[in-house]
C-alpha cells in the first residue's frame, strides 16, 4: 500500500507572476488563477458544495410560502372567486393550512444551506492556504 497522503500530490501554483505572494487574502489565488484551481478535483467539489448551499438557503422563502402562493393562484380558477371560498367548501382555501408543516421546512433548509456554505468556505479557504503553502 501507498502510504503518501494527499497533501503531497498538490502541486505549487505557476511561478509566473510573484506580486500574488504578497498578498495577504487567500482568496486573491482564486481570482488570479481560476484556470489552475479547477483543475484540482477537491476544489470543484467545495465549490458545488457552496453553490447547493446557496440553492438551498435561496429556495427557503419559496418553500415556506409555497401553500399559500397556491391557493392564491387556484381559489379564483376553482371555488368561484374569493368572495364564496373558505375551508368547508373549497379545497384549495385550505392550503395555507399546510404552512404549518412548509414553515418548519422552510427553516430547516434556511439552516442547512447556511451550514453548508459555511462549511464549503473554509474548507476552501484550508484548501487555498494549503496550495499557497506549497510554494
Given at each position: 500500500?501507498?502510504?503518501?497522503?494527499?497533501?503531497?500530490?498538490?502541486?505549487?501554483?505557476?511561478a509566473e507572476p510573484t506580486s500574488w505572494q504578497s498578498e495577504s487574502s487567500v482568496r486573491e489565488l482564486?481570482?488570479?488563477?481560476?484556470?489552475?484551481?479547477?483543475?484540482?478535483?477537491?476544489?470543484?467539489?467545495?465549490?458545488?458544495?457552496?453553490?447547493?448551499?446557496?440553492?438551498t438557503l435561496i429556495s427557503s422563502p419559496f418553500i415556506v410560502l409555497s401553500p399559500v402562493l397556491l391557493?392564491?393562484?387556484?381559489?379564483?380558477?376553482?371555488?368561484?372567486?374569493?368572495?364564496?371560498?373558505?375551508?368547508?367548501?373549497?379545497?384549495?382555501?385550505?392550503?395555507?393550512?399546510?404552512?404549518?408543516?412548509?414553515?418548519?421546512?422552510?427553516?430547516?433548509?434556511?439552516?442547512?444551506?447556511?451550514?453548508?456554505?459555511?462549511?464549503?468556505?473554509?474548507?476552501?479557504?484550508?484548501?487555498?492556504?494549503?496550495?499557497?503553502?506549497?510554494?
Open positions: 500500500m501507498d502510504s503518501t497522503s494527499d497533501d503531497s500530490q498538490i502541486q505549487p501554483m505557476p482564486a481570482k488570479k488563477y481560476p484556470e489552475y484551481l479547477k483543475q484540482y478535483p477537491e476544489y470543484r467539489k467545495l465549490r458545488s458544495l457552496g453553490i447547493f448551499g446557496l440553492t391557493a392564491l393562484i387556484m381559489i379564483p380558477l376553482t371555488c368561484g372567486g374569493y368572495s364564496s371560498a373558505n375551508e368547508s367548501n373549497c379545497g384549495a382555501a385550505a392550503l395555507p393550512w399546510f404552512l404549518f408543516f412548509s414553515i418548519p421546512a422552510g427553516i430547516f433548509a434556511a439552516i442547512i444551506g447556511a451550514i453548508m456554505m459555511w462549511v464549503a468556505s473554509a474548507r476552501k479557504s484550508a484548501f487555498l492556504r494549503k496550495i499557497k503553502a506549497g510554494l
